[in-house]
């Protein structure tokens, strides 16, 4: 009986995507070309300021907001130059990749934080695949060397903050499990198993003490360093502890999409379906499923909404939707389509020459301190590039 309920809900939310998604497409060219507008106009703003990368934008300043490449979303930028390097063809680009990707290149050796595999395999790790080369193979396995550095057998997770709230002792936050993907190729390019564990590891732990019962999962569980056992459950970011923070489960389906990709363990599998679903048929989630920041904030309907998460959400599902074993890839794929669809409307999607050179507007960084609520994000334009160019390799198969 649950069995056939899930198929019967599962035709329903089919159905109904392609109602709403019928007749349209995603405007591909059309977002693209506006995509290489604005990094061509990010690059004559910051081309004179060495070893900054853009973050965000205040508009009520008028004011790209920078960083340096220690700030942990400095290789976005690059690994969007990438990504549209490898839809145009074009050289020019490639060099802007290459140029941002070296301001990024001194974060190899981070091991202050877990955040080098968004900084390196975002980055370097688009440019050896598109480029094969052997100085960014060097890069990349550096990185991976670095980000085993926090990894703790005894706890078997990989710490991500050092300084945070003096009560945690072990802070594991879930964005974590996007860095993994940086280890699982450390395993495949050089068949040391170490990687391999430590990656897997990691992703059960974060598996088992992460996540509630209906696939939902905390954004920060923090471990006893004796014990080994998880002593703190939170939400930092989110709406309040139980809450159902938006980006944090799309961090969560999207790495769990890549760890089954990369190890073809069933039950990374089964649980990036069960997120996956969780997301699509929350009674709070929106008709063109860009979420509200969190699923269970005081405000909805009023609630922001949040275009990175969406963004984040429309990659994984692209690519879960194509993976033999998921009976619902269909279902999964249609839904990631008018995510595309509404992010590449004039309400999300900037017009050349404005939005501060970002591409996507409306995303919210940390809305309970008030930080980065309602702006551009460098991690929206990153996911949303790549889900498009995943959106394309379906189109032309």
Same mark, same amino acid.
């Given at each position: 009986?649950?069995?056939?309920?899930?198929l019967?809900?599962?035709?329903?939310?089919?159905?109904?995507?392609?109602?709403?998604?019928?007749?349209?497409?995603?405007?591909?060219?059309?977002?693209?070309?506006?995509?290489?507008?604005?990094?061509?106009?990010?690059?004559?703003?910051?081309?004179?300021?060495?070893?900054?990368?853009?973050?965000?934008?205040?508009?009520?300043?008028?004011?790209?907001?920078?960083?340096?490449?220690?700030?942990?979303?400095?290789?976005?930028?690059?690994?969007?130059?990438?990504?549209?390097?490898?839809?145009?063809?074009?050289?020019?680009?490639?060099?802007?990749?290459?140029?941002?990707s070296?301001?990024?290149?001194?974060?190899?050796?981070?091991?202050?934080?877990?955040?080098?595999?968004?900084?390196?395999?975002?980055?370097?790790?688009?440019?050896?695949?598109?480029?094969?080369?052997?100085?960014?193979k060097?890069?990349?396995?550096?990185?991976?060397?670095s980000?085993?550095? @926090?990894?703790?057998?005894?706890?078997?997770?990989?710490?991500?903050?050092?300084?945070?709230?003096?009560?945690?002792?072990?802070?594991?936050?879930?964005?974590?499990m996007?860095?993994?993907?940086?280890l699982?190729?450390?395993?495949?390019?050089?068949?040391?198993?170490?990687?391999?564990?430590?990656?897997?590891?990691?992703?059960?732990?974060?598996?088992?003490?992460?996540?509630?019962?209906?696939?939902s999962?905390?954004?920060?569980?923090?471990?006893?360093?004796?014990?080994?056992?998880?002593?703190f459950?939170?939400?930092?970011?989110?709406?309040?502890?139980?809450?159902?923070?938006?980006?944090?489960?799309?961090?969560?389906?999207?790495?769990?999409?890549?760890?089954?990709?990369?190890?073809?363990?069933? @039950?990374?599998?089964?649980?990036?379906?069960?997120?996956?679903?969780?997301?699509?048929?929350?009674?709070?989630?929106?008709?063109?499923?860009?979420?509200?920041w969190?699923?269970?904030?005081?405000?909805?309907?009023?609630?922001? @909404?949040?275009?990175?998460?969406?963004?984040?959400?429309?990659?994984?599902?692209?690519?879960?939707?194509?993976?033999?074993?998921?009976?619902?890839?269909?279902?999964?794929?249609?839904?990631?389509?008018?995510?595309?669809?509404?992010?590449?409307?004039?309400?999300?999607?900037?017009?050349?020459?404005?939005?501060?050179?970002?591409i996507?507007?409306?995303?919210?960084?940390?809305?309970?301190?008030?930080?980065?609520?309602?702006?551009?994000?460098?991690?929206?334009?990153?996911?949303?590039?790549?889900?498009?160019? @995943?959106?394309?390799?379906?189109?032309?198969?």
């Open positions: 009986m649950k069995r056939l309920t899930t019967l809900l599962a035709v329903i939310i089919l159905a109904s995507c392609q109602e709403k998604s019928q007749g349209n497409d995603v405007p591909l060219e059309k977002v693209m070309a506006i995509a290489k507008q604005q990094v061509i106009q990010m690059d004559s703003y910051l081309h004179s300021q060495e070893d900054r990368l853009p973050r965000s934008y205040n508009a009520a300043e008028e004011e790209i907001i920078t960083s340096p490449s220690t700030w942990w979303c400095s290789g976005f930028y690059p690994g969007v130059l990438w990504y549209l390097y490898e839809y145009f063809e074009d050289d020019s680009i490639k060099n802007l990749a290459d140029k941002y070296m301001r990024v290149e001194n974060e190899k050796f981070n091991t202050y934080d877990h955040d080098i595999g968004f900084q390196m395999y975002c980055s370097f790790g688009n440019g050896y695949r598109l480029t094969d080369r052997s100085d960014y060097e890069v990349l396995l550096i990185s991976a060397n980000a085993l550095e @926090r990894y703790n057998p005894e706890i078997g997770l990989i710490r991500s903050w050092d300084k945070h709230r003096k009560s945690w002792q072990y802070p594991v936050i879930i964005d974590n996007m860095n993994l993907e940086l699982m190729w450390a395993f495949h390019e050089t068949k040391d198993s170490t990687y391999y564990k430590v990656a897997v590891s990691h992703a059960d732990k974060t598996l088992e003490n992460h996540f509630r019962s209906d696939y999962s905390y954004h920060v569980v923090s471990y006893d360093t004796v014990s080994g056992l998880a002593e459950k939170v939400t930092a970011q989110g709406a309040f502890d139980e809450s159902i923070w938006s980006r944090g489960q799309a961090w969560g389906l999207y790495g769990y999409t890549m760890m089954y990709r990369e190890t073809g363990l069933s @039950r990374y599998l089964n649980q990036a379906i069960g997120i996956a679903k969780m997301l699509i048929d929350h009674p709070n989630m929106t008709d063109d499923y860009i979420p509200y969190d699923l269970l904030a005081e405000d909805i309907p009023e609630a922001l @909404r949040d275009a990175s998460a969406a963004a984040i959400m429309a990659s994984a599902l692209i690519e879960l939707s194509q993976m033999e074993e998921v009976e619902d890839g269909q279902m999964f794929f249609e839904v990631a389509k008018i995510q595309l669809q509404t992010l590449s409307s004039d309400t999300y999607l900037a017009e050349p020459g404005t939005n501060g050179n970002f996507l507007k409306h995303s919210v960084g940390h809305l309970p301190v008030n930080s980065e609520v309602d702006v551009p994000l460098t991690y929206a334009d990153y996911y949303f590039v790549e889900a498009l160019i @995943r959106y394309k390799s379906v189109q032309d198969k």
